[in-house]
């Protein structure tokens, strides 16, 4: 995809860019921008011990590392980190990549700028740990103490971001995502779509994805309250089966704008800001909206915050929605494959910032309901328990699926 020359470095001691990454398709995004693979050479074997599993080679100029995860959350994300630094004992700068759930607004501007759908790009400024506290029968009260939160960047990463949030730099990070974008789509074998500003719906987030029709469902009947269970079916079924009324929609500028002009390209926005990291897959708007507000998040994630204090990390992460595992499956726009972030751009940044280089140049839709109800289950962050997740449009960035 580049045409640096090549040249290899002459060690595991060179490497000093690392991809982590917690699900294989999003490993096989980043594996589609290498241009060279070379784990198979003998000076790049692992450190003894070393369990982890790479895929080492160049991406443009950069000698770079893809780490992938034998799970998802923050266990498995600890022991990559550790067996990392074995191997690869140099790394300056890791990049935890792959996708995302987002709040749909990060402030209440509702001018477009703060709006994040579908296709979005967030990236960390630091990470709220935040399922680590005191759980009572009523809540979870987050430790939020100087020792108990994680730390700020370092300076160098700290510097890193503030140089990328500039206003014309952003502008022109996302202008060349766009471009890079429009590359790799291209490709043979990666074949994706953007689904369509029609297809990024946003609910209110106390309207319940659940059989709307009375008669359909005797539990999704009796559910009226947050607290009341719905049926397990309508947890996988899209909104167009369970009858969910588009009254209760939430209007976006950025996708009426998208709708009004009578076109539907793909033109991702990148968001800077605190990402929250936690073991649990949220599926609840109203937590969501709920945990936004306290701690000041525009994103969720599971590997951040083990990370986070092991290796300089910044997380970048998208939203996107997957049709074939409809509504709640959010992880891909297009089949099992996720767009790719704004790399090439944000390697040419780093490489930027620095007086020396990072790196040396070289080159199932018709189920029918069951009789078993989801249990209700206690508020992390309030005192309202929530049973079900909210609707796709409640979550147009929503967790991805487990």
């Not at 266990?75 to 987002?102: D, E, H, K, T, Y």
């Not at 700028?113 to 709220?128: F, W």
């Not at 930027?352 to 206690?378: K, R, Y």
């Amino acid at each position: 995809m580049s045409s640096y020359p090549s040249s290899r470095p002459q060690d595991r001691n060179a490497f000093e860019v690392a991809i982590i990454c917690a699900l294989s398709l999003e490993a096989g995004a980043m594996i589609a921008l290498f241009d060279e693979f070379w784990e198979h050479d003998a000076q790049y074997t692992k450190a003894h011990g070393d369990t982890n599993s790479y895929t080492i080679g160049r991406i443009g100029s950069h000698h770079v590392v893809l780490v992938h995860l034998s799970h998802m959350g923050k266990g498995s994300a600890a022991n990559v980190a550790a067996n990392l630094r074995s191997s690869f004992p140099q790394i300056r700068l890791n990049l935890l990549v792959g996708i995302c759930g987002g709040v749909p607004f990060t402030n209440d501007t509702n001018d477009g700028r703060h709006e994040i759908i579908l296709g979005d790009v967030v990236i960390s400024t630091y990470i709220v740990q935040t399922d680590f506290g005191r759980q009572y029968s009523d809540s979870l009260i987050r430790k939020n103490t100087p020792l108990d939160n994680l730390g700020r960047p370092s300076p160098e990463i700290n510097a890193f971001l503030s140089n990328l949030q500039v206003r014309s730099v952003q502008t022109k990070l996302e202008a060349h995502t766009r471009t890079h974008l429009m590359t790799v789509l291209a490709t043979e074998d990666f074949q994706s779509a953007y689904p369509g500003v029609h297809d990024d719906n946003l609910y209110e987030s106390i309207y319940r994805h659940k059989h709307q029709d009375t008669q359909a469902c005797a539990i999704c009947a009796k559910s009226m309250y947050p607290e009341d269970s719905i049926c397990r079916s309508a947890l996988s079924l899209p909104c167009a089966e369970l009858g969910c009324d588009a009254s209760r929609l939430i209007p976006r500028c950025r996708i009426e704008d998208k709708i009004n002009k009578g076109s539907d390209p793909h033109s991702p926005m990148v968001h800077f800001g605190a990402i929250a990291s936690g073991d649990q897959v949220l599926k609840s708007a109203q937590h969501r909206d709920r945990i936004a507000r306290q701690e000041n998040v525009i994103a969720f994630e599971m590997e951040g915050a083990m990370l986070w204090e092991s290796i300089p990390t910044i997380v970048v992460k998208g939203m996107w929605y997957d049709f074939k595992n409809a509504p709640l499956k959010v992880i891909a726009y297009h089949e099992r494959h996720p767009e790719k972030p704004p790399l090439p751009e944000f390697f040419a940044r780093w490489a930027s910032s620095h007086t020396t280089p990072a790196t040396t140049p070289a080159g199932s839709p018709g189920a029918q309901p069951t009789d078993t109800p989801v249990s209700a289950s206690d508020d992390l962050y309030g005192t309202t328990p929530v049973a079900s997740p909210g609707h796709l449009a409640g979550w147009p960035a929503s967790w991805l699926a487990s």
